[in-house]
């Protein structure tokens, strides 16, 4: 059974800071890309960040210098660590999980990410 579950949302303040956790398992084949990405109310989701599993990393423009992607070495987690948060960081951050072999995109449920002005 595929499972890509996030944690770590909530509700901060401008200038605070989350970590947000994705763990995704059951999938057959190896997970080339994990990101992350974002959807505000009326928008389009966009993505945030990115990593390969050799650690190449790839950011939104609004977030560099803000956030940081990890995965843990070989395993299929991730982890977004958003330091300075601003009220339009505000949305449903999605886990993605993205598999080279059948080209396919798993996503989580999602987690609320709310920042206060």
């Known amino acids: 059974q595929v499972q890509v579950v996030e944690s770590g949302g909530g509700l901060v303040q401008a200038g605070g800071s989350l970590r947000l956790s994705c763990a995704a398992s059951g999938i057959m084949f190896r997970i080339n890309v994990m990101g992350w990405y974002r959807q505000a109310p009326g928008k389009q989701r966009e993505l945030v960040a990115a990593i390969t599993t050799t650690g190449i990393t790839n950011y939104a423009d609004s977030v560099k210098g803000r956030f940081t992607i990890s995965r843990d070495g070989g395993e299929n987690t991730v982890h977004l660590q958003m330091n300075s948060l601003k009220p339009e960081d505000t949305g449903r951050y999605y886990c993605?999980?993205?598999?080279?072999?059948?080209?396919?995109?798993?996503w989580g449920q999602g987690t609320q990410v709310t920042v206060s002005s």
């Open positions: 993605n999980g993205r598999t080279f072999r059948d080209d396919y995109n798993y």
